[in-house]
C-alpha cells in the first residue's frame, strides 16, 4: 500500500463489517421473524439479503436482527421495521426481491411501502 | 458478508478457561446447522470480565453469554443462530431484565468505564489487519506523516497531557520533545515500547498487545516520526505467548500493506518494529536495564543521567514508552488534545486501565476516567468483596507502590492522590483485600518478591531488601521488639535514598505504606504475639472446646500430622470423648476447623 486513498479503500470495506458489532440503541432496527414458521416459508434469504444490503451499501446506525415467532405465522416471513421516532412497519409474506425494495425506498427513502404491510392485509 | 458475528475472547484469561474449544465447537456447530456463510466466528481479544469466562457476543443483538461451557453450544447454535431465540439462562445474569436484555454498557462492570486504550479489545480480532484498518487504524499515522510535522505531533502530545502509563507518570510529549531536540547530529534514534509487564496481578498490557496489537505499532511509528527514528523495538515477556504470537502477526501484516518498512504512504518515512523477548526478569522492565537487556547484555540498570532522552540504547537517543501510554496516541492524534483533557483531572488527562484482582467479584480489566475513586471500581465495577467480608485496603503499584486503607476509598485516583497517600499509580495493578488479609504478610510477599528480582548490582537493593525481609519474617514469627520496628523504618528510608534504580528506591514502599495505615497490625505481632487477621501460622493456635466436641473424631481423620487425639473427658450429654489437639505437632493448617461440623474448634 503506498497511498492513504488505499487505506481508506480498505477502511470503507471494512466499516460495515465491524460496524455490526457497535451497540447502536439509537438507531433503526429490522427485525427478521425467525423462528419454525419464519425459516419454513423463507425468511433466511431475506434476513441473508437484508444484512447483505445494509453492509454494501454502508448503512449508518441500522441493524438487522431476528428474533422469534411473532404470532402471525400465515403471514411469515415477516420483517419490522423500528425507527426512533416513529410508529412499527410490519412487513408481511416478504422475499428478497421485495427485501430489497424496502431497503431502498424505505430504510434509505424514508417512506414505507404500504403495499407490503400488515396494515394493508387486515383492511 | 455475515449477517452475525459470534466474538469469541482469546485473551489470556478466557483462554486458560477454555474459549479455544469452545471456538472450535462453536465453527463445527455452524458448519453441521449450514450457517457458515452467513455467522462469522472471530476471535477477539480481552472484554475485561475475566471472572466470568470464557466470553462470547452475539452481534448484532450484543447478546452477551458469560461462563459458557461446551455443552451450551449446540443449544445456543439451534436456538440463537438458527432461530433468533436469545438463550437467556447462558446470559450474562446482570444484563437479563424481565422483558429484555439489556445492552452491556448498562450493567454495572461497563457503566463507569471509559475505553480508550482498550476501545478495540474485544471487538476486533487482533490478527486481522484489515479490522483494525475499519475501525479507523492508521489513519492517525496517514495524517501525521501527510498533515503534521513532528514538532506538530510532539506539540500535540504535549498538550493533551498524556503521561507515561506505565507508573512514574511522566509527560509523554516532554519525552518526545527532549529525544528530538537535545541530540541533533542526523545519526540513528531508537523508538522502545516497554511490555515487560511484571507486577504481580497486573495485565493490561498483555490484554492490549493481544488485544489490540495494531495500535501500539501504529503509535510507535508516529513517534518515530516525531523524534525522528526509523528504528523500533517492543520489549516483551517470554511469558506472554498469546502477545508474541499476535504481535508477530501484526508486524508481518504491516510490513506486508507497506504501513511498516521503507518509504511508508510515499511520504519517505521509514520506520520497522522488531521484536525482544524478555526472559522474565523483573529489573529488566526498568527503563535502563530493558535497553541494556535489547543490546544484548545481562539486564543490569545504569544510573542515569545520562536519561535515555540523551544517550539510550546503543549509546543513541531513545525514548521508551509503556504498551497502554502507545495505545492512547493514535485516538489523541485523531480526535485532538482537548478531547483527550476533558477526561480526568487537573493533572492527570485521560483513562487508566487497572487489573482488578484479589478479594474482588468482577476481577478482570477495568478502564476509567482519571479522577475515579477507588470506591467505585471496588463497589460498583469491581462488584464489592465476595461472601459478605468488609474491605481492608488495595494494593497499587506492585512492589513498588502502596496499600490505600478504607478512609481513602473516597480519593480521586490520579498520579499526584496516589502518591499523596503513600502509594503510586504503578503500571495499573489492583489488588483488593479484605479482612482476613494480614498487612504484615503482605508486605513480606512483596518485599520476598523484590528481593527475588533484585538483580544485585546495588549493595543497598541486594542486601538491604533482603534485612528487611528478615525483619519481616521475624514479626510474623512473633519474635521482634519494638525497636526492630524502628530499625526496620530507618532500613527502608535507608534503601530508598540509596538504591541505583528504580526497582530499589521504591522496594521499601509496601512495608512503609503498610505501617503508615496499619501500624496497629505490626504492634499486635511484636507485643501481643496475636496475627489479627488469622494469617500467621506461628501466632495461631488451634483449640478443640472440649464441651462441645462430641468425639466424632472426624478432625482426627483430616489431620496431616496426626496431631489430634482423644481425651477420657466426656462432655456432659455426649456419649464420646473429646478430642484434643498437641500444639506440638500441630502444623496449623486448618483442616480439622473446616471438617468440624460443630464448630467445636477454634483458632486464635
Known sequence: ?123 | MYRSHVLVCGGTGCTSSGSQQIQSLLKEEIEKAGLSKEVAVVQTGCHGLCALGPIMIVYPEGTFYSAVKPEYIPEIVQEHLVKGRIVKKYVYEETVTNEEIKPLAETAFYKKQHRIALRNCGVINPESIDEYIGTNGYAALGKVLTEMTPEDVINVILDSGLRGRGGAGFPTGKKWQLARNLVQDGGQKYVCCNADEGDPGAFMDRSVLEGDPHAVLEAMAIAGYAIGASQGYIYVRAEYPIAVQRLKIAIGQAREYGLLGKDIFGTGFDFDIDLRLGAGAFVCGEETALMTSIEGNRGEPRPRPPFPAVKGLFARPTILNNVETYANVAQIILNGADWFKSMGTEKSKGTKVFALGGKINNTGLVEVPMGTTLREIVEEIGGGIPNGKKFKAAQTGGPSGGCIPPEHLDVPIDYDNLIAIGSMMGSGGLIVMDETTCMVDIAKFFLDFTVDESCGKCTPCRIGTKRLSEMLEKITKGQATLEDLDKMEELCYYIKDNALCGLGQTAPNPVLSTLRYFRNEYISHIVDKKCPAGVCKDLLKYEIDRDKCIGCGMCAKQCPASAISRTDYIAPGKKLAAMEIDASKCVKCGACMSTCKFGAISKN
Open chain 1, 1 to 123: 500500500m503506498k497511498s492513504l486513498a488505499e487505506l481508506k479503500a480498505i477502511r470503507d470495506k471494512m466499516q460495515g463489517q465491524v460496524g455490526l458489532r457497535a451497540e447502536s440503541e439509537a438507531g433503526t432496527r429490522v427485525i427478521v421473524g425467525m423462528a419454525t414458521c419464519g425459516i419454513a416459508s423463507g425468511a433466511r434469504p431475506v434476513l441473508n439479503t437484508l444484512s447483505d444490503a445494509v453492509m454494501t451499501k454502508n448503512l449508518k446506525d441500522i441493524s438487522v436482527v431476528q428474533t422469534g415467532c411473532i404470532g402471525l405465522c400465515q403471514y411469515e416471513p415477516i420483517v419490522e421495521v423500528l425507527e426512533p421516532g416513529k410508529e412499527k412497519v410490519t412487513y408481511i409474506k416478504m422475499n428478497p426481491e421485495k427485501a430489497l425494495e424496502v431497503v431502498e425506498k424505505h430504510l434509505i427513502g424514508g417512506t414505507p411501502i404500504y403495499d407490503y404491510t400488515l396494515q394493508k392485509a387486515m383492511k
